[in-house]
Antibody, heavy 115, light 108 residues
Framework: EVQLVESGGDLVQPGGSLRLSCAASGFNFRTSWMSWVRQIPGKGLEWVARIKEDGSEKYYLDSVEGRFIISKDNVKNSLYLYMNSLRVEDTALYYC?????????WGQGTLVSVS | ETVLTQSPGTLSLSPGERATLFCRASQSVRGGYLAWYQQKHGQPPRLLIYNAASRGADVPDRFSGGGSGTEFTLTINRLEPDDFAVYYCQQYGALPWTFGRGTKVEIK
């Protein structure tokens, strides 16, 4: 069974930093593209970033480029999102998702509040 | 960026009826690279359709996707109680990947 478990969400002040983690199991993480997608509670979905299987390619939403960094540890089967210079508009539920184009599996999400 | 417009915003139907959901793109979606997701309250989205018409794993054949270019549809035949939810389309033909704002399918 595929499992994606996010952690690291918190309440942070504008300009602050957070590191989100996603522990993956039940599939071959080493050969999988992975992504982060966010959702403002009660609102729609927004793709944030994606990373290639070996970490050699990374792509970002323009509004987070230069502030967020996606990374992948294929030994620990973990995905990360380093978030810097956080803004109020980054407040959302952040999902870890398997896939770099469409998203086959999703975690339950971790809540980031910037206020 | 490719803007996806979903219609209608809300669809009120009875169990057993057919639902047809629309997703219109502001520019042609390269390769028909479009997916559909179902989201229930308090849960993450669930993949239903990818590449416009391919069903995800364990997705019942009551769900079907179609379309190309700028016009796409999701059809749900014989609605079951478990199908009442919000449905999102997503394109991955051009960065940034974008989602529509969703169609809520509610019980009439």
């Amino acid at each position: 069974e595929v499992q994606l478990v996010e952690s690291g969400g918190d309440l942070v002040q504008p300009g602050g930093s957070l590191r989100l983690s996603c522990a993956a199991s039940g599939f071959n993480f080493r050969t999988s593209w992975m992504s982060w997608v966010r959702q403002i509670p009660g609102k729609g979905l927004e793709w944030v970033a994606r990373i290639k299987e070996d970490g050699s390619e990374k792509y970002y939403l323009d509004s987070v480029e230069g502030r967020f960094i996606i990374s992948k540890d294929n030994v620990k089967n973990s995905l990360y999102l380093y978030m810097n210079s956080l803004r109020v508009e980054d407040t959302a539920l952040y999902y870890c998702a398997r896939g770099g184009s469409w998203f086959l599996d999703w975690g339950q999400g971790t809540l980031v509040s910037v206020s | 960026e490719t803007v996806l417009t979903q219609s209608p915003g809300t669809l009120s139907l009875s169990p057993g009826e057919r639902a047809t959901l629309f997703c219109r793109a502001s520019q042609s979606v390269r390769g028909g690279y479009l997916a559909w997701y179902q989201q229930k309250h308090g849960q993450p989205p669930r993949l239903l359709i990818y590449n416009a018409a391919s069903r995800g794993a364990d997705v019942p054949d009551r769900f079907s996707g179609g379309g190309s270019g700028t016009e796409f549809t999701l059809t749900i035949n014989r609605l079951e109680p478990d199908d009442f939810a919000v449905y999102y389309c997503q394109q991955y033909g051009a960065l940034p990947w974008t989602f529509g704002r969703g169609t809520k399918v509610e019980i009439k």
